[in-house]
């Protein structure tokens, strides 16, 4: 079965500070993993996914993540925290099935 | 290109009654995925519709049912509402096969007084 985990379901940085999100993930299978992100009343953006090619997957606003297979991690990462990266954050791992499992969500607050 | 579309946007029902949400999947895309996401949780999987039939099924009951039509579009019902029932209703549309992302509308907020 997949799940993932997202390990402090709130973090605050500071502008301009690194962002580290992280994400484990239970899988009896090569997984298929993403980072979503929503923000207040609006649907879900994918950020990045991993799909058993290079394991430093580069997204969409500077964020990264990269696939640690002996860690059972895909963490999220960003060198330099912006106002506008405030957000929640999901983790999902999807399955053979194309059924998609999220993590519980980490908020993101960042201080100016 | 049009991304997914739902509707409507707010939707306020009683409990006991029912509700159908409608889902227009990104052009191009085939697989209709139905989520809810109560306040302050990740979304939970509802079931998925690859043509028009349900392929998989999260742990709802069956109050929840849905249907694809050939042009791929969706809707979600849901019977006898409960005042539980009340979350944001995310649909996500992808391509069948492996290695594929889910696009997400913004969602239907549903609230069961």
């Known amino acids: 079965a997949q799940s993932v985990t997202q390990l402090g379901s709130h973090v605050s940085v500071s502008e301009g500070a690194l962002v580290l999100l992280r994400c484990n993930y239970s899988?009896?299978?090569?997984?298929?993993l993403f980072w979503y992100v929503q923000y207040p009343n609006q649907g879900l953006q994918l950020l990045l996914k991993?799909?058993?090619?290079?394991?430093l997957v580069k997204g969409i606003n500077g964020f990264e993540a990269e696939f640690k297979k002996s860690e059972t991690s895909f963490h999220l990462t960003k060198p330099s925290a912006h106002m506008s990266d405030a957000a929640e954050y999901f983790c999902?791992?999807?399955?053979?099935?194309?059924?998609?499992?999220f993590g519980t969500g980490t908020s993101l607050t960042v201080i100016p | 290109d049009a991304g997914v579309t739902q509707s409507p946007t707010h939707l306020i029902k009683t409990r006991g009654q029912q509700v159908t949400l409608r889902c227009s999947p990104k052009?191009?895309?085939?697989?209709v995925s139905w989520y809810q996401q109560a306040l302050g949780q990740g979304p939970q999987f509802i079931f998925q519709?690859?043509?028009?039939?349900e392929r998989q099924r999260g742990n709802f009951p069956d109050r929840f049912s849905g249907h694809q039509f050939p042009n791929y579009s969706s809707e979600l019902n849901v019977n006898a509402l409960l005042l539980g029932d009340s979350a944001l209703y995310l649909c996500?549309?992808?391509?069948w096969g492996a290695g594929y992302e889910q696009y997400f509308g913004p969602g239907t907020r549903l609230t069961v007084t």
């Open positions: 052009s191009g895309h085939d697989t």
């Open positions: 991993y799909t058993s090619a290079a394991t």
């Open positions: 899988s009896s299978v090569p997984p298929y």
């Open positions: 999902a791992v999807r399955n053979t099935g194309n059924q998609f499992y």
């Open positions: 519709y690859y043509e028009e039939e």
């Open positions: 996500a549309s992808s391509l």
